[in-house]
């Protein structure tokens, strides 16, 4: 195998003209604006003001300790660590008198699964306690003592531990769905010779239901160390006060005397390719995935600006490939339904990092998929990339990357905590942006494309090739020695250049005449225009980004108003086509004059996105722009209005994977149950079901086209509000020349509110399905009428977040039947004024009717006695910060402007005045108004 030294060989050649007077690149420079430090004992911090939320941190210990630790008697320990630390600790005993982690955070508007949460994977554990209030002292306190406790101080009780052990068990089975059981067979052959072939985190039941709590202290008491532990702190601190209290805080945490050695395990190399193929009866689809393995970069070669070059190479690599498999896709015939390529780490492994093929492939074509991708990387291998895909490729880098310098200030405090869990876990640089910005943009000009010609070459290997299938018990799949001679076969072809199509021309070359702002109005910060063809913009200028700019347009009617001869086309028309492969029909043959794919390369180095779909009962735009590409926006937006361009072998390409998708999608059990949810709520209404072969086979491309152009011939029906960093002078001259020029008829467009009708009453659909784990999945989903209104909004959003305390309180921690009740609300306002209100949750099949009647205890209880006093306070505290932070986003103000203009909804005024008055009485009201209504609908699918 080529060690990653000459990877980094291949750089030096590549910027040598930069490097004339020395021997290596000067170091990447650590942000000065974070404060990095170890103490005696070995533990790490990493410590950074940042004001973005206002008044808020984020509080962090990652542990470079996972699954692959454990050994055979373990597995499992590591993860159910990571549950114990929320059961107790020295500070925080969650006893009797409620001292608990979870209690206490909630108090302060922290809450758990949201904010307060942690993961466990094959080398580390990370717990976070995000968006802590800043204002309280005690708050900052009291988190800090948090982490310290995390770190050494667990209880690790007996009682706790034989209670989680339920929980954990009903995690397993919410977790053990396909993909997790075709893991359980790939990682075995695909990692042989190293621990993590099994050591899939959620661990062995056997071992889970049945260790001896001294087992899970050994463990914790060997491995959670300082000198395995990072403590990172970001927000609204003071960061020489935050150090000092770290330093005085976990000085009582002893140095470890000889610790264990943190060994990582290593991945063997391997000349033959592997083959791996897992298939599962409830996989209704084909993923083949091959990988080029090969050495990570050690951490002494990161300290040095080359690394950002390589770094900036390997991103180009990843992208061009991933261009040329999805240009593939859009032929009539694709060899797959979809394709990425991504690079970095070996699927979970730290010790080795790969280069990532993924394809999606056809019914019956695995072969297809594998020979294709294969037979690609080998042509980069041979011919390398060209300078036009080189071009197109590294302007979108630099124009992302100038996106992300002119925002270089208003990054969240997310952000930060990523680069240093990465530069703690894998020793990855944390240069400031600007210092990453400037670098790129000195260099990038001297990184020529055979430099990266090279560097693919040396990943691209015939070494170190694995190959895995995750496959359907419905197809057959060549046995491992013909996958292996297929691709002897395609490494000995004669292959040919890769063509590129460059494209020079502009986006639109002859410009529509300009229409004419005729009305110009100020309302509460907002310009509002009327514009000559009757379409009104409405503008809201903005600071909280410095290069972004939202754009949104909506108008009544919708699929709503097209006949039901027309269901297959209306089906095609709406979303969930494009929910299958992330493609719409509309957006297949391109825009004007481009293709699909040339439209991507005419679009190259520009940061704008802009989407058009027809819901049910509207049409929608969704656009995002930089300040420099918002004319490129705008043009976008004038030519999915007047020239959607018809590609009857790309839309044939795109119906014919889906088709592939689609034709085994019912093996998969969460697909059924999510179709018996629909077809309940909305009485077997064919609008409301999942997309068919059937509709795709009898869809016409043709009258698509057309039923999409008559719901967008009409820009006087159009309300497009547009919020970031403009100026409404210098906007008025796009509006005019691309909003005000779309085409325009008399008369105003509304939805038909009877196509799809909502079921009343109480209804009950449990079936039997058989699935490989025993699993009863049931939702509960109670609706009716509600008025729109702000104060209904924030009542229903407090009865959801009282309901997630309850419930995870009563279900999960005290019965422990479940992983969790997932709940979700919403206030709607179309057919009419609506609610609804849905629960869902996996069990031990023998235990659904006992949740059932949990859930249904809780919900009357709620009735009848309001939630308690102490959850609203809680409530309160949540939103009321939720709230403050939302006032600084875009989307924030775009959705306040949408909700005012599409139907005259006030959902900004008086918010805070709304927040306050929740109380137990009138979340007692609320509640009997809304399960008064006895609107419940009951779906479940058991295995028994």
């Known amino acids: 195998m080529k060690s990653v030294y000459l990877f980094f060989a291949t750089i030096i050649v590549a910027i040598s003209s930069l490097q004339a007077q020395q021997q290596q690149m000067p170091p990447i420079p650590?942000?000065?604006?974070?404060?990095?430090?170890?103490?005696?004992?070995?533990?790490?911090?990493?410590?950074?003001?940042?004001?973005?939320?206002?008044?808020q941190a984020n509080f962090y210990i990652v542990q470079k300790v996972g699954s692959v630790l454990e050994e055979d008697t373990q597995r499992g320990l590591a993860h159910f660590l990571e549950h114990m630390a929320f059961n107790g600790t020295k500070n925080f005993p969650n006893d009797k008198t409620g001292k608990g982690i979870i209690p206490y955070l909630e108090t302060i508007g922290v809450k758990f699964g949201e904010n307060l949460n942690a993961g466990t994977s094959?080398?580390?554990?990370?717990?976070?306690?995000?968006?802590?209030?800043?204002?309280?002292?005690?708050?900052?306190?009291?988190?800090?003592?948090?982490?310290?406790?995390?770190?050494?101080?667990?209880?690790?009780?007996?009682?706790?531990?034989d209670k989680e052990r339920k929980v954990i068990h009903e995690e397993w089975r919410t977790r053990q769905d396909m993909s997790m059981r075709m893991l359980g067979i790939l990682l075995p052959e695909i990692y042989k010779g190293s621990k993590y072939a099994d050591r899939i985190p959620i661990g062995k039941m056997e071992v889970v239901d049945n260790f001896q709590p001294i087992a899970l202290r050994d463990y914790y008491n060997k491995w959670y160390r300082p000198d395995l532990q990072g403590i990172i702190i970001v927000g609204d601190v003071d960061v020489d006060k935050t150090e000092q209290q770290i330093k005085d805080l976990f000085a009582d945490i002893k140095k470890p005397v000889n610790p264990a050695e943190r060994v990582y395990s290593q991945v063997p190399n391997n000349d033959e390719p592997i083959v791996s193929i897992a298939v599962d009866k409830e996989n209704p689809n084909t993923n083949v995935l091959v990988f080029f393995k090969r050495d990570i970069v050690p951490a002494d070669k990161k300290k040095n600006m080359d690394y950002l070059v390589y770094d900036f190479m390997n991103s180009m690599i990843e992208q061009m490939l991933s261009n040329r498999l999805k240009e593939l896709i859009q032929k009539e015939n694709p060899p797959f339904a979809f394709a990425q390529v991504s690079s970095g780490s070996f699927l979970v492994s730290k010790t080795k990092d790969a280069l990532q093929l993924f394809a999606v492939g056809?019914?019956?074509?695995?072969?297809?998929?594998?020979?294709?991708?294969?037979?690609?990387?080998?042509?980069?291998?041979?011919?390398?990339?060209?300078?036009?895909?080189?071009?197109?490729?590294?302007a979108d880098y630099i124009s992302k990357l100038e996106q992300l310098y002119k925002e270089r200030d208003k990054q969240r405090n997310s952000y930060f905590i990523d680069q240093y869990t990465n530069n703690f876990l894998e020793d990855e640089p944390i240069p400031s942006i600007a210092d990453k910005y400037n670098t790129i943009q000195q260099v990038?000009?001297?990184?020529?494309?055979?430099?990266?010609?090279?560097?693919?070459?040396?990943?691209?290997?015939?070494?170190?090739?694995?190959?895995?299938?995750?496959?359907?018990?419905?197809?057959?799949?060549?046995?491992?020695?013909?996958?292996?001679?297929?691709?002897?076969?395609?490494?000995?072809?004669?292959?040919?250049?890769?063509?590129?199509?460059?494209?020079k021309e502009p986006l639109m070359s002859t410009l529509p005449a300009k229409g004419k702002i005729v009305k110009e109005e100020q309302n509460q910060g907002t310009t509002v225009w009327t514009l000559s063809n009757g379409a009104k913009v409405v503008v809201k200028p903005t600071t909280f980004k410095d290069d972004e700019i939202l754009i949104s347009g909506f108008a009544s009617g919708g699929t709503s108003v097209i006949d039901n001869k027309y269901i297959s086309e209306i089906m095609v028309l709406g979303k969930m086509m494009e929910s299958m492969l992330g493609e719409s029909a509309l957006s297949a043959g391109g825009l004007g004059k481009f293709s699909k794919t040339d439209l991507k390369k005419v679009l190259s180095g520009k940061n704008v996105s802009m989407d058009f779909s027809v819901d049910t009962y509207n049409e929608e735009i969704s656009g995002k722009s930089n300040i420099k590409d918002l004319e490129t926006a705008m043009q976008l937006l004038y030519l999915n209005f007047t020239d959607v361009r018809k590609d009857q072998a790309a839309y044939t390409s795109l119906a014919t994977r889906t088709k592939g998708i689609l034709t085994n999608l019912g093996s998969n059990p969460m697909v059924a149950f999510s179709d018996s949810i629909m077809s309940s709520m909305y009485q077997n209404n064919p609008r409301g079901r999942f997309i068919s072969v059937k509709n795709l086979e009898s869809a016409d491309y043709d009258t698509v086209l057309k039923l999409y152009k008559q719901r967008f011939a009409n820009a006087g029906n159009f309300v497009f509000t547009i919020v970031g960093n403009v100026k409404s002078d210098e906007l008025k001259a796009l509006v005019e020349q691309y909003i005000a020029s779309l085409p325009s008829v008399s008369g105003k467009s509304t939805f038909n509110a009877k196509v799809m009708p909502a079921r009343k009453g109480t209804f009950n659909n449990n079936f039997v399905r058989q699935m490989e784990t025993p699993k009863a999945t049931t939702g509960l989903i109670y609706s009716g009428k509600l008025n729109y209104t702000l104060q209904n909004k924030i009542q229903l959003d407090a009865l959801k977040q009282i309901l997630d305390i309850v419930l995870t309180d009563k279900i999960r921690e005290k019965l422990g039947g479940t992983y969790g009740v997932r709940v979700a609300a919403e206030l709607g306002k179309t057919p009419e004024d609506n609610f609804d209100v849905q629960l869902m949750f996996d069990t031990d099949p023998n235990r659904r009717i006992e949740l059932v009647n949990g859930i249904n205890s809780v919900i009357s209880d709620i009735q009848k006695n309001g939630p308690s006093a102490e959850n609203v306070q809680k409530v309160k505290e949540f939103t009321t910060k939720q709230h403050a932070d939302d006032l600084k986003k875009n989307e924030y103000a775009l959705d306040i402007l949408n909700n005012q203009y599409r139907y005259t909804a006030d959902f900004d005024m008086n918010y805070q005045q709304y927040v306050d008055q929740l109380s137990v009485e009138s979340l007692k009201i609320f509640a009997k108004k809304l399960f008064g209504q006895n609107n419940r609908i009951e779906v479940s699918m058991s295995s028994k």
Request: aromatic share 8%; proline share 3%; charged share 30%.
């Open 30 to 55: 650590i942000d000065k604006d974070v404060r990095i430090g170890k103490l005696d004992n070995g533990l790490t911090y990493y410590i950074r003001k940042n004001n973005l939320p206002e008044h």
């Open 362 to 394: 056809n019914p019956n074509a695995s072969n297809t998929a594998i020979e294709t991708i294969i037979r690609e990387a080998n042509r980069v291998k041979e011919f390398g990339f060209t300078e036009g895909e080189y071009e197109r490729t590294k």
């Open 444 to 503: 990038v000009n001297y990184i020529p494309l055979a430099g990266i010609n090279q560097l693919a070459k040396r990943m691209i290997t015939d070494k170190n090739r694995v190959v895995a299938i995750m496959g359907s018990e419905t197809e057959k799949y060549s046995p491992e020695a013909d996958i292996k001679a297929l691709i002897k076969k395609v490494d000995n072809e004669k292959l040919t250049a890769f063509v590129d199509n460059a494209i």
């Open 122 to 161: 094959f080398d580390y554990t990370i717990y976070n306690i995000n968006a802590v209030p800043t204002a309280r002292k005690a708050a900052l306190d009291s988190c800090l003592l948090i982490l310290h406790d995390w770190s050494s101080f667990l209880l690790l009780r007996d009682q706790d531990i």
